[in-house]
């Protein structure tokens, strides 16, 4: 049977970027604080904790002082920088390029048409941490929106600014964007304007034609992810578009060898947050299972 890794699977820039971080300083200061999951993947949790890693809540954040803090790719809002500021915490800033750049963006948008009533408006989980960090950019003046179910909350008599969380769909971002036009052309208000910024991550937009072919080119497809995950769930969406015949894992122990009877070729992939080291765990049990 043959058995393949995905070439493009693994982590993405923003990932590998903080995890790099967390291991420098770590080997040079010993245990270093989270705020917040590293990534989504339990295993690279437990491997970056046995070396010293400590994940934090919000609330835990909020009692330190006078020690170093990671934060993750996902970003913060500004009043996490304050606190740090005020009790002499070094933040070791691991917030992904591309997110930084968006919530600077929201940031300036904000600040200069505010006043003039345009609504900052984001299409994402709203207790996703990456939009919690891109709302804090307005004070907290935005609205989430999930899905086209919630663009009743839009006031269309106002300038509607449109921005999406770095690992939505871009197809569902699409599709929300026509609701809010169909949604507007049959407001009596009408629309009084619509910006739409195209702010989803290049890496992950990209990632779904590759995900789609290699899919196609196997019997089975192990899906690697953390439940928890969004971008992991995105995928194993698109996986399953091409490929019925793919399964979602945390680990080795869900695979079940009733899985491969006829099987001729397995294909392991899996989202933005896994490891390339999980990958090939999987591939190597894979092989021992024998089937």
């Known amino acids: 049977m043959k058995i393949e890794i995905d070439p493009k699977a693994g982590f993405c820039f923003g990932v590998t970027r903080v995890v790099s971080k967390a291991e420098e300083i770590m080997q040079q200061h010993g245990q270093l604080y989270c705020l917040g999951e590293i990534v989504h ?19 835990e954040y909020l009692k330190l002082s006078n020690c170093r803090v990671l934060i993750r790719a996902h970003g913060e809002p500004p009043e996490t920088y304050e606190y740090a500021r005020k009790n002499n915490i070094e933040l070791i800033d691991g917030t992904c390029p591309i997110v930084l750049r968006l919530q600077s963006k929201i940031k300036k948008d904000f600040g200069t ?112 992810s953390y439940k928890q995950s969004s971008n992991g ?17 945390n680990e080795k122990e869900d695979i079940q060898p009733g899985w491969f009877s006829g099987i001729q070729s397995v294909g392991i992939t899996g989202a933005t947050s896994t490891p390339r080291w999980l990958l090939e765990e999987i591939e190597a049990h894979v092989n021992d299972m024998g089937v």
């Open 41 to 59: 993947n339990q295993k690279e949790i437990e491997r970056l904790e046995e070396i010293g890693l400590k994940t934090i809540t919000n609330d």
């Open 113 to 224: 048409n505010s006043d003039s009533g345009a609504q900052i408006v984001i299409f994402g989980k709203k207790d996703h941490a990456e939009v919690r960090g891109l709302a804090g950019q307005t004070n907290y003046q935005t609205l989430i929106v999930e899905s086209p179910d919630d663009i009743n909350k839009i006031d269309f008599s106002r300038p509607v600014h449109l921005y999406a969380q770095t690992t939505m769909s871009t197809d569902k971002y699409h599709d929300l964007q026509q609701a809010i036009l169909q949604k507007a052309k049959a407001d009596e208000k009408g629309m009084h304007s619509f910006m739409c910024n195209n702010t989803i991550c290049g890496q992950v937009s990209g990632r779904i034609p590759q995900l789609k072919k290699f899919c196609t080119l196997h019997d089975l497809i192990l899906f690697v």
């Open 233 to 249: 769930k995105l995928l194993f969406e698109q996986c399953k578009t091409v490929n019925a015949n793919s399964h979602f894992i």
